[in-house]
């Protein structure tokens, strides 16, 4: 029944209703695809903003450590000399940060500095008195070493405007220029180096007094303008905002970089929860008191102290310690107030590191100088390249909204340069705890791994729509050939019910005519040939249908027995000479000598069937020919087999329809127009029965005509 609904069935409603079945299966699946990859992508994204998160915390923790290392520093360290031991046992030792190169937890340290409350510079790498850095241990070229790294710094310090040089002034001034002036009356002093300044002031006249007085009142002005503007600066470094917001870094600002934000979520908490935190670090950071014994910083001479370089320090450290006899300096006990460390930017783009000390009601700064890029490299980029994070993200560091730096894992190069190449996805962005609240880490993915799960969805993805497709395109294939099929049978059975009846029609008009003797004696001969023929057409046609039904239901098993060529071309001549010369043909048939005694196994009455079919259908397709002649040869090849060969001289076959003739019920003419008879099986049954025999068949064109070869393995 389902033959039948089909032959009703086009092609193109075919491929429609096959077409809107896979789309039904396609969509569905897809969706499922697309959901599970999707919420896969956002676990890997949550998992790796975990990790963004943990690395972010973890460079945090660590530059906490180190900024809270340099907290513990006393006001002290930040000078050339300390003040070591009880009262009676005091001794001088260098401080640790006069060490030579500088050596720092802090990576990228240019060096350490001091502010005075008139605004010069003061670095604990160079002695007080210059010349006798001898006899600290400092050799000529490592004070050259040290001068530089002090005017290094000076350069830039005073190119941001935070420190200024006032330079030499009177002998008083020079000798005052370093200590506050509490110290100059300080009531514990056993003695008082202006003292030097008053025994040179009385050897000058009332004029060159006047005029050193003014110069006083001059220089300290001077130095109280100073002092405001050298304090002043460093209050600026964290209050001017808006400057360092307008200012563009080489690769830009944070807003340039158009970083998409899909699946960030709750951002508005994450910043509260951020701000929270910063504040809870603020309040825990509290300004400390600290007793500080500290020399008098005046100008002597070498003759009022005794400095002998001791080779084995006392508390072991590999500071030189200078012993000096205490009796010809002042030493002052001083109570100060250290503020937390401030962290800001210069404009020359170096980082500084700074606190206010409050010292006897004046206000000192002491600070790190950092060079920025290997700040960022050693203490982020470091820790960065090491985890999973550098495969599939950038690490953006921004202060104040400015790009600083951009690292990422590729080994083509160690930053970008190219905004183009931040624009992604937002992975996590954090600030870093206080006093480096200003630095902000931006992680933007720039490839988001699945994982293994999605490496899994991916494959079946892959297989599924392999699987529909193929699916899709077997069903196609089969739908169209059952339609194929089921045109076929209708014209099967117009071709079968043509073929009985015709023949049947005539041998019935034929036996009437004869039956009733209405046929004179010259006729009844050709009668009764053309009801043989008939007949005979009759009988081809029913064993080619019977042969059909039992090779369909595999009911009729071949059996193969050793034939000589010789014997099967003798069979198959006398059952096709009758059959050609009816039809008005002349049989050229011819074997190889060498071929007639070879053996080959195959069914007889297959090969006859097989030949009786050839000769039919060569009668059929050359019935118009000129050369009405039937060639059957047969010849021994090279690689042993047996070959027979039939060609007509008809038109030939389309070279289209060469490998379509062996197919079931195919004809190569319109069922409505065609002029051969024939039910599309004879050569169809041809093909099987040859394949069964383990023979092969093929065919060619000649010129003109069809050549049919068959070969059969020689025994």
């Not at 001898?134 to 005017?151: D, K, M, P, V």
């Not at 005046?298 to 009022?304: A, E, G, L, P, W």
């Not at 470091?382 to 921004?398: C, E, K």
């Not at 019977?546 to 009911?555: D, E, I, P, Q, Y």
Request: charged letters at 25%.
């Amino acid at each position: 029944m389902w033959r039948s609904k089909l032959s009703g069935v086009t092609k193109k409603s075919l491929r429609r209703g096959l077409l809107v079945f896979f789309i039904a299966l396609a969509l569905p699946t897809a969706i499922l695809i697309q959901q599970s990859y999707s919420r896969l992508k956002w676990e890997a994204f949550h998992q790796h903003q975990v990790m963004a998160d943990e690395l972010a915390t973890r460079i945090d923790t660590q530059l906490l450590q180190l900024i809270n290392s340099e907290e513990l520093r006393p006001f002290t360290d930040y000078s050339f000399l300390n003040v070591v031991g009880e009262k009676e046992t005091r001794f001088f030792q260098r401080s640790p940060l006069s060490q030579y190169p500088i050596e720092s937890s802090i990576p990228g340290v240019i060096g350490y500095f001091q502010v005075d409350s008139v605004g010069q510079l003061m670095t604990p790498v160079m002695p007080e008195i210059i010349a006798d850095a001898s006899s600290y241990g400092i050799s000529a070229t490592e004070l050259t070493q040290r001068t530089a790294l002090h005017q290094q710094i000076e350069v830039i310090l005073s190119q941001n405007n935070l420190v200024t040089n006032i330079g030499a002034r009177t002998p008083g001034k020079l000798a005052q220029r370093h200590r506050p002036k509490e110290e100059q009356s300080s009531k514990i002093s056993s003695f008082d180096s202006a003292s030097s300044f008053d025994d040179f002031s009385t050897s000058l006249d009332g004029d060159q007094k006047r005029m050193l007085a003014d110069a006083d009142q001059i220089d300290e002005a001077e130095e109280q303008s100073v002092s405001v503007q050298g304090q002043a600066a460093f209050d600026q470094l964290k209050n001017n905002l808006a400057k360092k917001k307008s200012q563009k870094s080489i690769l830009g600002r944070v807003e340039d970089l158009e970083l998409k934000q899909r699946y960030q979520q709750q951002e508005v908490q994450v910043q509260a929860l951020e701000e929270q935190r910063q504040e809870q670090v603020k309040r825990d950071k509290r300004t400390r008191m600290e007793k500080n014994i500290l020399p008098e910083s005046i100008v002597v001479q070498k003759d009022d102290y005794d400095l002998s370089v001791v080779s084995a320090p006392v508390d072991g450290s590999s500071s030189p310690v200078i012993q000096q006899q205490l009796p010809s300096l002042r030493i002052n006990t001083f109570a100060s107030e250290i503020d937390p460390f401030e962290f800001s930017q210069l404009e020359s783009g170096h980082f500084v590191l700074f606190r206010k000390v409050w010292l006897n009601d004046q206000r000192y700064i002491q600070g790190v100088l950092i060079d920025q890029h290997v700040f960022l490299q050693n203490s982020m980029n470091i820790a960065f390249s090491q985890t999973a994070l550098s495969t599939m993200s950038n690490l953006l560091v921004v202060n104040q909204g400015n790009v600083l730096e951009a690292f990422t894992g590729q080994q083509s190069r160690d930053y970008l340069l190219s905004k183009q190449a931040f624009k992604g996805e937002l992975l996590y962005q954090t600030r870093l705890s206080d006093p480096l609240s200003d630095l902000q880490l931006l992680f933007s993915i720039t490839k988001l791994p699945a994982g293994p799960g999605g490496t899994i969805i991916a494959w079946l993805a892959f297989i599924l729509s392999l699987v529909l497709c193929i699916g899709f395109y077997l069903m196609y294939r089969l739908g169209l050939g059952q339609i194929n099929l089921a045109n076929q049978q209708q014209d099967f059975v117009s071709a079968v019910s043509h073929e009985l009846k015709t023949p049947l029609t005539s041998i019935r008009m034929y036996g009437e005519i004869l039956r009733e003797g209405w046929a004179s004696e010259e006729k009844k001969k050709s009668y009764y040939d053309f009801i043989f023929d008939e007949s005979e057409r009759l009988s081809r046609l029913i064993n080619n249908v019977l042969h059909l039904a039992k090779m369909t239901r595999n009911s009729q098993a071949v059996e193969l027995k050793e034939f000589t060529v010789a014997e099967l071309i003798d069979g198959v001549q006398s059952k096709v000479s009758s059959q050609i010369e009816r039809a008005g043909f002349d049989l050229d048939l011819h074997c190889d000598a060498d071929a007639k005694q070879v053996i080959i196994k195959v069914d007889a009455d297959w090969y006859n069937q097989i030949m009786i079919n050839l000769v039919d259908n060569a009668l059929k397709f050359s019935a118009k020919a000129d050369n009405k002649k039937i060639e059957l040869h047969c010849q021994k090849l090279s690689n042993g087999k047996i070959q027979f060969k039939l060609c007509d001289h008809g038109p030939g076959i389309d070279r289209q329809q060469m490998k379509k003739i062996f197919t079931l019920f195919y004809r190569t003419e319109n069922e409505l127009t065609r002029e051969t008879v024939g039910t599309g099986i004879g050569l169809a049954l041809v093909h099987q029965m040859t394949v069964s025999m383990n023979g092969q068949i093929d065919v060619v064109n000649k010129d003109p005509g069809a050549e049919f070869r068959i070969q059969f393995p020689s025994k």
